[in-house]
């Protein structure tokens, strides 16, 4: 529905420093145009193992569609890039023991993720690790409703296309 109803462009970004390419996604809030970028799909021999026991659906979508989709310039509010990451492990500074196997896929962009378990068996099932709350996760989540739940949330304020043009218009 955003892209459909939303989207008021889209555009070519290059990373001359990393050669790294993106499609920008063109949006407007209440206040002012907003981004989202994309990044080029990745290739299983290039993902390897950052993809290895992730659900099927959201390996699709990095290999078909794009490394990571996320909210410029935060990085976050969107499934991240492959680069961006990490070990459950690395964020909690406790002095507990967590599987490496927990990876964050998705950040909020207020320090908390969406975590899924590559060793985990069942497709649509994650953990939300909160910032404030290091040792506490809530299990049997689905990712793919949190995801939608949490952009959606963040995209709230989005202005219909047609709305917006036909205030451009009218300003003129």
Known sequence: MLLDDCLLGSAILHDESTSDVFLVYVFHDISALYYYVGGLPVRQQVAGEKL??????????????????????????????????SSLSDLVDEDVEISDSLVTVFSNGGGDYLVIDRDGHDEDKGFIWWHDEPLTTLQEINIFE?????????????RLRNEFLSGVILER
């Open 52 to 85: 290895k026991g992730f659900p099927a659906r959201l390996s699709e979508f990095y290999n078909d569609v794009h490394n990571g989709f996320t909210f410029f310039p935060a990085r976050s509010m969107g499934p991240l890039s492959v680069d961006d990451f």
């Open 146 to 158: 949190v995801m939608n739940t949490w952009i959606s949330i963040f995209l709230e304020d989005t």
